[in-house]
């Protein structure tokens, strides 16, 4: 069975990895032809193809590009693939890329995914063999799909150590938008603030301990992709936002105002937060 | 020679776990009895005593206290101790402290000093051995200090694993704002943001990847000494929160009009923590 990996950065790199030890025949495309020859390089990949080549060969084609890419490539895929065909996307937001081609009339070959799995570095170098193992994939619109097209989307996900969920597009773009995309925008604030503030860069160097470092980490993720997902997802970010800005804007007048009691009623409230990530360090160790 | 510490956490436990193993006679004191008992129990110190006794027997004294503890401890302990012994503190801001006892006429027993080391949890259970081992250690105001008083500290902390940095009090002050206090208020608020607008728990647990986990480390900090060195730090703190909410604003109004040229330049000007940060990854091998 031959895989077509379209986008051979952090992702659709590490998928290529993992399907090539599944057994799979890799092939791949990244427009940017370094990027294309990293790949190769590195292993990711059996070979490079052009577009014309996967949409002969492949039996599965990913889409591991930027939400924007996704959205124009689609589309065309989708026009041109085989009724044996599948495609699947690993897009960070579902609704509109679901919407854009609900209507099309090979809708059921396409699985829209996202496996929740990353790190701040990007391109074929940050690509990793495990970098799937025991998180988890999510799925939308299940139903829209052929059965044998979810079947080896998800099958192929499982054979990479994830847990498949189903879950419908809005509630996904919702949830991301909280527990992903707002604390990207915090860490980027953090990151742009601290290097505006502190003029002398020697100072972070020297002062600054693994708690900064843990909450900028993301800071240092990518602009083109991070761009896209913001753009694409502003209007539940927004929301998400707006809370955040408020609630920042309180915690500064409690501090202007050395008011000790509502900076510890507020703290305590984030408190809660050990329960929530404890009960995630459980579901890890028990997954 | 004996060191007692006062205020038995995570900070003073684990100064006093590794005073022992360094063969110190180490006495402790808490107001808190449950955790003088713990200290205790888990061998943090060899006994507990009175600050009657501490201040008749001990050689160095350390006060591990939040901020305002020390504030209140420090007058009372320079007023009763003796011209051999020594006093020093560890409190995370410095300038209000070393102002306080400015006047003092035993102010050359005192030693200004902040481990630069501690993790989010906290009292005598989170101690543990080698907290500090390879972390800077800053002193303030040395110029004030007895020659024997500073070097009982410095090599004391030198002895623990740590590296003495000098720094006039209002500089570390501002750093800390700038390079720890802020990111603790960022995290705080990101942790009182998630958990309200998430209302569904579970689907933390389920989607939350590591990227919030490590953003939002910090929200689990101790309300109790966070929110004294927020109240002694306000006004630094205060401008670096101002500077925040700007850029966190600006940040919010390029995602409302999706402007992605905007995002991106904030995204790629945030990224050049990846070189600081680095910087600290080799500065800590280095060390």
């Known amino acids: 069975m031959t895989i077509a990996i379209i986008g051979l950065g ?6 290529g990895l993992k399907a090539k030890s599944l057994g799979f025949n890799v092939v791949g495309y990244d427009q940017n032809e370094q990027h294309a020859h990293q790949a190769l390089e590195y292993g990711l990949v059996h070979s490079v193809l052009s577009l014309d080549e996967i949409l002969e060969q492949a039996d599965i084609i990913g889409l591991c590009v930027p939400i924007d890419g996704i959205q124009s490539l689609l589309p065309k ?12 996307d690993v897009g960070s937001t579902k609704q509109n890329i679901c919407n854009l081609v609900s209507g099309h009339p090979k809708r059921s070959r396409f699985v829209a995914a996202h496996p929740l799995a990353g790190t701040e570095f990007s391109g074929p170098s940050a690509a990793f063999l495990n970098l799937f193992e025991g998180k988890k994939n999510l799925i939308c619109e299940e139903r829209l799909c052929d059965h044998d097209a979810l079947k080896k989307v998800t099958d192929l996900f499982a054979d990479m150590g994830m847990q498949n ?5 809005v509630d996904h773009d919702r949830h991301m938008a909280y527990v992903s995309h707002l604390s ?3 860490s980027f604030t953090l990151g742009l603030t601290v290097l505006d503030i502190e003029k002398d860069e020697n100072q972070i160097f020297n002062l600054a301990s693994t ?3 843990s ?4 800071a240092k993720s990518s602009p083109i992709t991070w761009g896209s997902i913001f753009t694409d997802n502003s209007k539940n970010l927004s929301e998400a936002l707006e809370k955040y800005i408020d609630y920042i804007s309180d915690f500064k ?3 202007d105002s050395k008011d000790l009691e509502k900076m510890k009623d507020m703290m305590q409230r984030a408190n809660e937060m050990r329960r929530v990530l404890n009960g995630m360090e459980l579901k890890a160790l028990k997954f």
């Open 165 to 169: 969920l189903f879950m419908p597009a």
């Open 215 to 218: 909450t900028v980490r993301l």
């Open 10 to 15: 952090l992702i659709g790199g590490s998928i």
């Open 253 to 255: 007048k409690a501090i």
């Open 211 to 213: 708690g900064l470092a």
């Open 77 to 88: 895929v989708l026009d041109r693939m085989k009724s044996t065909q599948t495609v699947f």
């Open 184 to 186: 990207h925008v915090t």
